[in-house]
Every structure is written in structure tokens, then in C-alpha cells.
């Protein structure tokens, strides 16, 4: 941040831009956890209430992160090429549950969770060149993609 005085309507709108991707996308595939409830899954498999409020959470820590990001000192096109990757995985993270739960194609879904891996990635680690804190908020984005992939290619795998 530039300064120490937070700027509540900028950490409001980072924080609920995120959280409004998330709920359109839940609401569009709204369906896929009756779905899920009825899959083969792999182990470690968590029970489908557990995705919401781990989502929920994760969805928070990305605004928080885009808001240190956009408010930091740093050079306006630094912030833009970083807020453009954000903007980017996080359109590729609205798609993934459209893939997975409406389209049902669960192969093409988990070549799509790599990709929004490797973006998630590329926007962490500028999110973390601009400001440590941003880019250490998004590791447990990071790491909950990778258990979602193993949970989407065992879905694969097993039905």
C-alpha cells in the first residue's frame, strides 16, 4: 500500500470481485454437487459442503492480495501486466466448474485446472514482485489447485 491508511472502497470492491466470479459460476453449475455427491472419487476426497467455504475463503485472499496489489507503490504498468494475469485466471477459474460440473468433461476439465495453474502461478509471482504479502496470499490458491487436480483427475479416472 502506499500508505498505512487502508482504502475501504478499492479492498471492498477487490474483495467482492472475486467473491462474485465464484458465486456465478456456483450458481451456473449449481447442479454439479448433487453430481459430485453421486461420483467415484479419490481418496482424500473431502465432502461436498467443504468446497463452498474453502472457496469462500480462498476467493477472499485473492482480494486481499489484488488489493495490496493495486493500492502498492509500485509502477502503473507493473500493476497492470499484474492485475491482467489476475483478471486472466481468474476468468479461466470461472470456466473450470462449467467444464467439471455442467459440461460433465472431466478430462478437458483437468487440462483446464493445469492451465489455470500455471496462470494462477504467473499472477502470484508478480502479485509477489509488487508485494511479498500479495504473493504469499495466493499460496493457498495455489496449493488448493493442485489438491483439485488430483480430486478432477481421480474423478476422470474412476467414472
Same mark, same amino acid.
Given at each position: 500500500?502506499?500508505?498505512?491508511? #487502508? ?8 474483495? @467482492?470481485?472475486?467473491?462474485? $466470479? ?16 453421486? &461420483?467415484?472419487?479419490? &481418496? ?6 467443504? /468446497? ?7 476467493? $477472499?485472499? &485473492?482480494g486481499l492480495?489484488?488489493?495490496? !496489489? /493495486?493500492?502498492?507503490a509500485a ?11 489476475? @483478471? ?6 470461472? #470456466?473450470?466448474?462449467?467444464? /467439471?460440473? $455442467? ?10 485446472? #493445469? ?14 514482485? #509488487?508485494?511479498?504479502? @500479495? ?12 489438491? @483439485? ?5 481421480? !474423478?476422470?479416472?474412476?467414472?
Amino acid at each position: 500500500m502506499k500508505s498505512g491508511k #487502508i482504502k475501504w472502497k478499492q479492498l471492498v470492491i477487490c474483495i @467482492a470481485a472475486p467473491l462474485l $466470479v465464484g458465486a456465478l459460476a456456483g450458481l451456473l453449475s449449481r447442479g454439479g454437487m448433487e453430481d459430485y455427491r453421486n &461420483m467415484y472419487k479419490p &481418496m482424500l476426497a473431502p465432502p461436498g459442503w467443504v /468446497f463452498p467455504v474453502v472457496w469462500t475463503l480462498l476467493y $477472499v485472499l &485473492m482480494g486481499l492480495a489484488s488489493y495490496n !496489489v /493495486f493500492t502498492s507503490a509500485a509502477s502503473p504498468e507493473r500493476i497492470r501486466r499484474a492485475m491482467g494475469a489476475y @483478471a486472466l485466471q481468474l476468468a479461466a477459474n470461472f #470456466i473450470w466448474p462449467l467444464i /467439471f460440473f $455442467v459440461l460433465g468433461l472431466y478430462l478437458l476439465a483437468f487440462l483446464w485446472l #493445469i492451465l489455470l495453474f500455471a496462470l494462477a502461478l504467473v499472477c502470484a509471482l508478480r502479485f509477489g514482485y #509488487i508485494d511479498a504479502r @500479495a504473493g504469499k496470499l495466493m499460496a493457498p490458491y495455489l496449493f488448493w489447485l493442485f489438491f @483439485a487436480a488430483y480430486l478432477n483427475l481421480g !474423478v476422470y479416472l474412476l467414472n
